[in-house]
């Protein structure tokens, strides 16, 4: 068996900046929605049995409580930050299991389901679907990360390492130095990707580097500076890291919850509410497909 856990918000945003705008007879906009149902049914038809999606249903979280900086809704474009509980709506219709997260993140959904479904031997696989950095400490084993945009390139733990040079543990410490611009917070001043690659490569975890640099074990430039960067901001550095690490205790049911047996009765109505005419046709004739 195999899974994939899509991570809704990012196809919403990438959708509505790369698909023509439209707005329906009673003005609301509604090209964003379309696409990503559109594009999860194109999921179905290349074979997906199991889908979970998850989305910001709010964008704010607990995170907000503790970095003044972290990512709001503030400046998102208003005909996009609507589409959210329609999108949610229109996935549900079609019969999608969907993760509306308003105290956590649609990320920590992902890792839930993706934790969920590792501890589910039937699963071989289960693919979350977004190229978030964030999501690389759930991988491994028959965890992996699924890139749609760049031809389905799938990561797993090797890939992690090749890309940021540390194991996938060791994300959240890697993120708390170097920072997320995505998310909202800077990271620790003087500390790149290949500092903490390489220190956190050897130490894996931001509590295990000693505090002198002369009893490092690896040789980075510029390292008294960020030593004293790293002790002196040493509260702040685990505050990044618990940003950045996943709450994987988010209710997302079981795998069996996940799997598609096609759209609900109230698929077509929603359907023609965003001018779809042509996607219950499509779902109707994947179900069928599955039926026989």
Known sequence: MEVH???????????????????????????????????????????ATHIGVATDHVIESWRNDLWPTYKTSEGMPPELLSQFPLLEEALTAAGLAVWAMVEDEADDALGSAAAVAAADPRVERALICTPDKDLGQCVGGTVFQLDRRKGGTLIDADGVRAKFGVDPESIPDYLALVGDSADGFPGLAGWGAKSAATVLAHYKHLEAIPAA????????????????????????????????????????????????????????????????????????????????
């Open 5 to 47: 856990l899509v991570d809704g918000t990012y196809e919403l945003f990438r959708h509505h900046f790369a698909v023509p705008s439209h707005v329906t007879a009673d003005g609301r906009e509604i090209a964003a929605t379309r696409g990503v149902l559109s594009n999860m049914l194109q999921l179905l038809a290349s074979g």
């Open 213 to 292: 640099p002369g009893q490092w074990e690896v040789s980075v430039r510029n390292s008294p500076v960020l030593a004293a960067r790293l002790a002196g901001e040493l509260e702040t550095a685990l505050l990044f890291r618990r940003l950045a690490t996943l709450n994987l205790d988010c209710k997302v049911g079981s795998v069996d919850d996940w799997q598609w047996r096609g759209p609900t009765s109230d698929f077509a109505a929603l359907c023609e509410r965003i001018d779809a005419p042509e996607l219950p046709r499509r779902a109707e004739t994947l179900a069928q497909k599955r039926a026989k």
